[in-house]
């Protein structure tokens, strides 16, 4: 695997709950182009500079089931629930 769209779908797998799960994938590829942008600039081949910054990241699917566990969808769902009630109360 030598993408970074790739790595960060496989790493946010496990996340349930979408918003939480697309804020997760954004997040993981702005960490991976900000160290492939800095290995870039210490010299590093794009080839290199991808391979390092996927490798210092590690596998992403040892690191889909802790990100599943700590973005548990009801959290987001009862937000989700709250605000629809509260537009429609102040719609009322």
């Known amino acids: 695997m030598n993408n970074f769209q790739d790595w960060c779908e496989q790493a946010a797998s496990q996340i349930r709950y ?18 492939y942008d800095a290995l870039r600039s210490q010299g590093c081949s794009p080839e290199e500079a991808r391979a390092l910054a996927l ?7 040892d690191i889909a089931p802790q990100l599943g566990e700590i973005h548990r969808p009801l959290p987001g769902y009862v937000y989700s629930i709250t605000k629809w009630i509260a537009i429609v109360y102040c719609c009322w």
């Open 18 to 35: 979408k918003p939480d799960r697309l804020a997760a994938f954004q997040e993981l590829k702005d960490h991976l182009e900000d160290h």
């Open 55 to 61: 490798e210092a990241m590690g596998n992403p699917q």
